[in-house]
């Protein structure tokens, strides 16, 4: 029996981190569970980056990366989803009986959005496995990033870090909307879910040198991003997705710098 190779024992531990929050956030330990997806992310990329370090992937590890980032940052999320706004109408309640129990408040739709976050989720991965276009870049969100989108609106609904940046309530207010109203969370849900299917071209955000021609968009991204890190915390995950599915239209800036 031949051993794992570094990258593939990474992404188990990408898996690991996925089915422990799934566990945890049946039991209502929200908090914890949304750790362990960002926990989950950082070994999605550090596996990454060892495959590439190791002279490139194999058919095996990426297999085990969708998979991994299915259960991670699409069955994770999705049912963080879920049980958010069933916590937020009784506390009590979802701690002390199953949510299974316990009436939804958004009713059909509370058990539609999740499932439709999941079920595109695999979808945009199997795509992602067979598309050669995807080698440098993206076509439609990635799951990873619609995955930490969800799990930092949940944060952020739980009043987990509040930070005093400018427009901070008014903000966390629009975010925290998505999981308070039924309506909401339906448009987000098949918003998001449209993202991730959709042709929208988007950078890979992966270094091949670090020179400023070429990276133009990777380094104003990490810069925009400390930024917005350091004045609204966990509420700077969703600012910073805006601002990626947008950086088709900000990023002609630099093309037309460069040309």
Known sequence: MRLPRLPDLLTTANLACGVASILLASQ????????????????????????????????LGAQLDSLA?????????????YCTPVLLQDPVGALLAPYAKIAHPFGLVG???????????????????????????FLGLNTPSNGLFWVSV???????????????????????????????????SVGMAFLMLSELPLPGLKFKHFQWQGNQVIYVMAVLGAVLVVLYGILAVPLILVVY??????????????S
Do not use: E
Not at 111 to 137: E, Y
Not at 161 to 173: E, K
Not at 246 to 252: A, D, E, I, V
């Open 245 to 258: 599915v947008l950086s088709p239209l900000w990023g002609r800036v630099f093309l037309k710098a460069a």
């Open 69 to 81: 980032d299915m259960v991670s940052f699409g069955v994770a999320p999705a049912m963080l989803v």
């Open 111 to 137: 058990i539609i959005a999740p499932v439709v976050l999941a079920v595109c989720s695999m979808w945009r991965l199997a795509k992602f496995n067979l598309d050669a276009r995807q080698t440098s870049g």
């Open 28 to 59: 209502g330990q929200l908090t914890w569970a949304c750790g362990l997806v960002f926990v989950a992310a950082v070994f999605d990329v550090f596996d990454g980056l060892a495959a590439r370090a190791m002279g490139g992937g194999t058919p």
């Open 154 to 188: 949940v944060l952020v609904s739980l009043n987990v870090a509040v930070h005093p940046g400018p427009g901070y309530d008014m903000l966390a207010g629009l975010v925290v909307s998505l999981l308070k109203s039924s309506i909401a969370l339906l448009i987000a």
